[in-house]
């Protein structure tokens, strides 16, 4: 099946930050990309090419976080100043900011409601506050050394975290109890994930490995020793199938969960990768380094619904099947892979001489397509090589929509539908979440004013009784 899919292509350049860039994320639209460096700064880089990139300058200190709130209207930065910050991704550039701990911020993630965030910290503790009135609610404080990571469910049910003391913890948010511990031996994990499905979490080791385990069995399902240098964040696809990973040996791979091997291995940065994260819809990722740049790629995962369909009919009656919305179960009890290396590994390699979008400049030319990358086969496949020209066309005497049904994807008509209906949702979200600040806000100045009126009651009180009894002495 993986030589039906077309290689992933770099899209966009990004470059403006002065230091290590420290993580990514997209927004629910794709029409921005958030990302943190260690050069202090938050940067908002806009997808369109007209549009100017927003830098935002308030953190002391260096930036280790950022994620978009699921509406996309907020964004989350920590910092090793101890504080997290609140963010507008606008020109404005408006942001609240709180001391959430003792200690450097490792790591903030929102609900999926949007309504309460967890951060992580060097301070040992994993804290959950409410967004709008940024309250604290309650801590975890288990672990012995640096929390590195923390993440909810899909379901907002658990909470996973990752710490420098070698153990990787799940937590019931409702109980606020660690519900089981699994225990690294070789290295610690430095980030985790749930899966899309919510069954299973992956972890991304110093030990050159990635671990996928079964939260409910809390056994090791796959094992991914591929990286020759520590492995620094991971991100799933919203489909589950696939998973990439990014390490300090200059590359990322795209590891195929559903047959356990190894699909590609990218290289694009001139030193570490630091981060990588998938749209929310999958069709791109992104990735940042120590080369201070920040790249976008297109995933070309076209035959993802091929995939899924096969492994239905592949799948035992006994292991159920969740379909692609929200995400299909990957079946991973079916064997533990471990996998020592890839007869099937693709090799890209981005040359030079690629166009690059540079903070505050205006981009004349919106298609720095990857033209020059070049797709290797494995020389043990005995396939051969083979270049991607991602800007080309069907021929003109294809119908478009028989290509589309054949190619598996979706009508152009309901695609464009569906896009507005996002569009129109994306919309009335921004302006529920817009209301019901208005009506937080409203409720502090109803109890500030009925403050106030007591207080100047029962100070006309005091000053009537003063009057009332002028010589009475206590």
């Known amino acids: 099946i993986s030589n039906l899919m077309s290689d992933p292509t770099l899209e966009r350049h990004f470059k403006g930050h002065r230091h290590t860039v420290t993580s990514v994320d997209f927004s629910c639209s794709m029409k921005q990309i958030a990302t943190g460096s260690v050069d202090s700064c938050v940067m908002i880089w806009n997808m369109k090419p007209q549009m100017r990139a927003y830098r935002f300058d308030g953190h002391k200190e260096a930036v280790t976080c950022v994620q ?3 509406s ?5 930065s920590t910092s090793r100043d101890k504080t997290v910050r609140l963010w507008v991704p606008s020109m404005k550039a408006d942001s609240t900011v709180f001391r959430a701990h003792t200690a450097t911020v490792r790591c903030v993630n929102f609900s999926c409601d949007g309504q309460t965030m967890v951060t992580s910290s060097d301070d040992k503790t994993i804290k959950l506050w409410t967004v709008h009135r940024q309250k604290f609610l309650f801590s975890f404080s288990q672990h012995m050394n640096w929390v590195r990571c923390v993440r909810f469910s899909p379901d907002d ?8 003391d070698k153990t990787i913890k799940l937590w019931d948010k409702k109980t606020r109890e ?7 031996h070789a290295g610690y994990a430095s980030y985790v994930d749930f899966h899309p499905s919510g069954t299973c979490i992956a972890a991304a080791s110093t030990d050159t490995s990635v671990k996928i385990w079964d939260i409910r069995t809390h056994k090791m399902l796959q094992h991914y020793p591929v990286h020759s240098g520590a492995v620094n964040g991971l991100s799933f696809h919203p489909g589950g199938n696939f998973l990439i990973t990014a390490s300090s040996d200059s590359t990322m791979k795209i590891l195929d969960l559903v047959e356990g091997k190894l699909l590609y291995t990218l290289h694009g940065h001139q030193g570490a990768v630091t981060c990588v994260a998938f749209s929310r819809a999958g069709d791109y990722f992104s990735s940042g380094g120590s080369d201070e740049q920040v790249l976008v790629w297109k995933s070309n995962f076209d035959t993802l619904n091929i995939r899924i369909s096969q492994y239905k009919q592949k799948c035992p009656p006994s292991l159920p099947f969740f379909p692609p919305s929200p995400a299909p179960h990957l079946g991973l009890s079916l064997a533990h892979a471990s996998l020592h290396g890839s007869t099937h590994t693709h090799m890209i390699t981005v040359e030079e001489n690629m166009k690059t979008d540079t903070f505050h400049s205006r981009h004349s030319d919106g298609h720095s397509r990857g033209s020059h990358s070049h797709a290797h086969r494995d020389a043990a496949t005995g396939s051969p090589s083979t270049q991607q020209t991602p ?13 589309d049904v054949s190619d598996g994807r979706v009508p152009s008509s309901l695609a464009n539908t569906l896009e507005h209906i996002i569009g129109q949702l994306d919309v009335l979200t921004q302006t529920v979440s817009i209301l019901e600040q208005r009506l937080t806000l409203t409720e502090d100045k109803l109890k500030e004013c009925l403050e106030n009126q007591m207080e100047i009651g029962l100070h006309l009180q005091n000053r009537d009784e003063g009057r009332r009894w002028p010589n009475q002495h206590c």
């Open 391 to 403: 800007g080309s066309q069907r021929p003109a005497h294809q119908d478009k929509s028989q290509s």
């Open 178 to 184: 660690c519900i089981h511990t699994f225990t690294e």
């Open 72 to 76: 996309g209207h907020l964004v989350a």
């Open 68 to 70: 978009f709130s699921p």
């Open 157 to 164: 049910g658990l909470i996973v975290s990752c710490s420098d």
